[in-house]
DNA sequence: TATTTATATGTTACCGATTTCACTTTCATA
DNA sequence: TATGAAAGTGAAATCGGTAACATATAAATA
């Protein structure tokens, strides 16, 4: 079934039948003729002949490092909700944090096959920034600031400082922090330097050496949070960068008989699920992983429609949770 | 830049570019002619050109309810990393469990746009299984068993039938059971299933009315715990449909002075990483959910390549995770 | 030597839509 | 009544590839 079988079955031009669908001039009485073929056969164009034709895939899309974590399993859900509200579908591309694969999307994107790109990466090399600005599609970076593109991120620095005041103010002297690579300039690197100046700030600078690296996994953080001891033996906060740290991090106290929040308090950030049902929660913090999503496809659709007053930059709230609080 | 172009810089036909691509005959020079000036240009064919001529997407839809959750998102995961080593795209539809919207993606998917869909959907009406009938790509259910269709799925009924059993092995006698609805055939009714004829072949098949039905967050496993409790008084075990469900029972459960696991010991199942960081670890059954994505994508290669001895049906394993018996 | 067979190549129709173009009809305006 | 604008129409070019077909050469076989 293709358009000039409708065309002939309802009498009309394959123009006409292509007229109707794009709402073009055309009489009430082939309008209606069309209509009824249509209905009767169920026919539907071909998305890929017009797309051939008119350029527009009406695809965006979406890479992302991994896809089973809450934080960017909510972002993705942002994404689509708002994607195909309107009228776009999600072609998914996963990375597993490897910069090469995301190049390999991007480059396999960028000629064609999408209209638009959102891309979650953590570190970027100078050869994304490259590929980036030559992209002859539209990209939107989503959860990280990046010079000269289109981004929506959290305000992981200013989050990270309030989070460590609020130590800082219960009497929390003596910190540690379990951080992420610092060439993830969103939690590795900004996070950490919120920490920094909030112990700076509150008069004790020397804090921030107090420092080890984890990766996103609960087991890292227990393992870590053993060598973050054993170079400094009498803590009395750890802050962390994500609440699965932090979980991992509870566990390791837990189990060297520390009693967690009494001598040690323990914060994550994310306000991840797991953080929530711990018993008592964690101190964490909430971003709005779901709303970066959603602002980085409506960017995308500004960027496509070349509507101007475009966002070019988003930065998005956070709010602290704090269980002893409520 | 097309293949015209590309023809006429390396002075061979059209044709002799298509073929360099799909490893047509092409003698060594013209071969590395096109090779040199493909490379100069960047040149990559038109996947909507391809698309159109050769009907082949080399896309796949995936419809699932939802994308931030721990058992989807493993799925999800599964599925992209066997479809993309098999060199295909994943077009990502989230319905939000609304039945309707599984249908529209279903005959969107359908007619065209992609070559095979994996289809997770939890509750399958009639016209559902009327639209799987004459779907004209070929369609694998992943986390159900649907009887005609191509479907990966878990071994709930039996996995239920254990985790009661481990209950029942432990002295506990007096169950109560908080599932899914039972219109979701694997989540709701197989689990269900498992759990009344162990009760039943434990000589206990009154504790079958104790059950209530949750949806799948931990709030509302707070809140049908307290519903289960009213009902039944004296529980020394409560067996949960999920993970999250079960999290939320524990809540509620301390929140009104009962020890768990002591005084009433509670299961869920998912083993999602959300019950193993409570204290103590829930008991739970691991079931195989990238597996499952994976296995899924497997099929539907088969059905694609029209390999024979493809499967048709996978059950997939599962083992009971009890944290006080390691 | 005659006849397959494999390799190599270009021409051209085709996939299924959109859109430009040229043209006709209708209708309001000067 | 002429005139221009707006509405309506179909033919045909176009998007960028693939594949069927015709054809030619070289090598292998009978």
Do not use: W
């Amino acid at each position: 079934m293709n358009i000039a079988d409708i065309s002939r079955m309802a009498g009309v031009s394959r123009a006409a039948v292509s007229r109707y669908f794009n709402n073009g001039y055309i009489s009430e009485e082939k309008r209606e003729a069309i209509r009824r073929v249509v209905e009767e056969t169920g026919y539907r164009p071909s998305v890929q002949a017009q797309t051939l034709r008119t350029k527009k895939t009406r695809m965006i899309g979406v890479i992302v490092p991994k896809v089973a974590s809450e934080s960017i399993g909510k972002v993705v859900e942002g994404i689509l909700s708002v994607l195909n509200k309107s009228g776009y579908q999600a072609l998914l591309a996963v990375t597993q944090n490897d910069p090469q694969k995301e190049l390999e999307y991007l480059s396999a994107f960028h000629g064609k096959q999408v209209d638009g790109v959102i891309l979650s990466g953590t570190v970027f090399t100078p050869e994304h920034k490259r590929m980036l600005k030559n992209s002859s599609v539209p990209v939107v970076i989503a959860g990280q600031y990046l010079a000269g593109q289109c981004a929506v991120y959290h305000d992981d620095y200013h989050a990270t400082y309030d989070l460590t005041r609020v130590f800082l103010g219960k009497g929390r002297r003596k910190l540690g922090y379990i951080g992420a690579i610092p060439q993830d300039k969103a939690v590795g690197a900004e996070r950490y330097r919120g920490f920094c100046d909030a112990v700076r700030d509150g008069g004790h600078p020397e804090f921030a050496a107090n420092c080890v690296t984890a990766d996103f996994s609960v087991a890292s953080g227990h393992e870590k949070a053993g060598e973050l001891l054993a170079k400094c033996k009498d803590l009395d906060g750890v802050v962390c960068a994500t609440d699965s740290m932090a979980v991992g991090a509870v566990q390791y106290l837990r189990e060297q008989g520390i009693r967690v929040p009494e001598q040690i308090l323990v914060a994550g950030q994310g306000d991840y699920e797991m953080a929530r049902v711990m018993g008592p929660p964690l101190v964490t913090v909430h971003y709005y992983y779901e709303k970066c999503g959603e602002v980085a496809v409506q960017m995308l659709m500004d960027l496509l429609g070349h509507r101007e007053g475009a966002m070019k930059e988003v930065k998005l709230g956070y709010y602290i949770v704090d269980p002893m609080q409520v």
